[in-house]
């Protein structure tokens, strides 16, 4: 990604969690919004350096015992270099370990598994001067949706940023 994109067109891409994982609907935060800049931060810290602008979604799941929830946040960074390294300072290292998927997403992707209770899982991508990552709620450390989410919002980004 290095097109410049409108916020609207930005935030649009984000798919609804719905058109790509069955049985999540929009959650309590409605399904998407413009993201603010600490979203593309660590956690308590100001926005990274190179900052343009970001989105988020909130989709829970219906169907289940558990609260379980999709919360992808997209960002977009002035060039690649700043990506690269909002990408590798914002991944969860603690108390997290490797999950393997079926392929990868954008030019780098990781997803890890929280080794705490409900298997929460995270997914982080970098394509050009795009970030996204999704933390996937009792998930059982089962990365499939992450994957799929993750994936529909790089290709649906690729697609804007087409025309």
Same mark, same amino acid.
């Given at each position: 990604m290095t097109k410049q994109l409108s !916020?609207? $067109?930005?935030?649009?891409?984000?798919?609804?969690?719905? @058109?790509?994982?069955?049985?999540?609907?929009?959650?309590?935060?409605?399904? !998407?919004? $413009?993201?603010?800049?600490d979203d593309c931060?660590?956690? @308590?810290?100001?926005?990274?350096t190179g900052w343009k602008q970001s989105g988020r979604g909130e989709y829970d799941y219906q169907g289940s015992s558990k609260s379980r929830a999709l919360d992808p946040h997209v960002c977009r960074l002035d060039n690649a270099a700043h990506a690269k390294t909002a990408y590798?300072?914002?991944?969860?290292?603690?108390?997290?370990?490797?999950?393997?998927?079926?392929?990868q997403v954008g030019e780098e992707s990781v997803f890890l598994a929280h080794t705490g209770s409900g298997g929460t899982v995270y997914g982080y991508t970098r394509s050009g001067t795009v970030i996204a990552r999704i933390r996937a709620e009792d998930a059982g450390a089962d990365p499939a949706d992450a994957h799929d989410v993750l994936a529909a919002t790089i290709k649906r980004l690729q697609q804007v940023q087409a025309g």
């Open positions: !916020r609207g $067109e930005f935030t649009q891409a984000i798919p609804n969690a719905e @058109d790509v994982v069955p049985n999540y609907y929009t959650g309590s935060l409605h399904n !998407r919004l $413009e993201g603010e800049p931060a660590l956690t @308590d810290t100001t926005a990274p590798d300072q914002w991944q969860e290292k603690d108390e997290t370990s490797p999950v393997k998927v079926p392929g």
